[in-house]
Nanobody, 115 residues
Framework: QVQLVESGGGLVQAGGSLRLSCAASGTIFRINNMGWYRQAPGKQRELVATITRDYSANYADSVKGRFTISRDNAKNTVYLQMNSLKPEDTAVYYC?????????WGQGTQVTVSS
């Protein structure tokens, strides 16, 4: 079993920055893809960014050029640097990870961007 714990959320003004972190722990032998998803009130959960074990990244069009995903394989940690934040980025952000065929989710961290 793998546990994912997110940190770094909070309240920020529009135009500001936040950095989210997600650390995996538990029975880990090889975590493959990791990523970030978000869910705003009344909306479905959506992909924000994903990154493969060899650091190939993929982004939602809405965050391209503003967000950067990265990871540290030695620490089993994934990061999301969020710049130029907009009120529409307000959501609960969830960390996601795959190990073999199993998928894991974090508990979520709230990001609120005020206008």
């Amino acid at each position: 079993q793998v546990q994912l714990v997110e940190s770094g959320g909070g309240l920020v003004q529009a135009g500001g920055s936040l950095r989210l972190s997600c650390a995996a722990s538990g029975t880990i032998f090889r975590i493959n893809n990791m990523g970030w998803y978000r869910q705003a009130p009344g909306k479905q959960r959506e992909l924000v960014a994903t990154i493969t074990r060899d650091y190939s990244a993929n982004y939602a069009d809405s965050v391209k050029g503003r967000f950067t995903i990265s990871r540290d394989n030695a620490k089993n940690t994934v990061y999301l640097q969020m710049n130029s934040l907009k009120p529409e980025d307000t959501a609960v952000y969830y960390c996601n990870a795959y190990q073999v065929v199993w998928e894991y989710w974090g508990q979520g961290t709230q990001v609120t961007v005020s206008s």
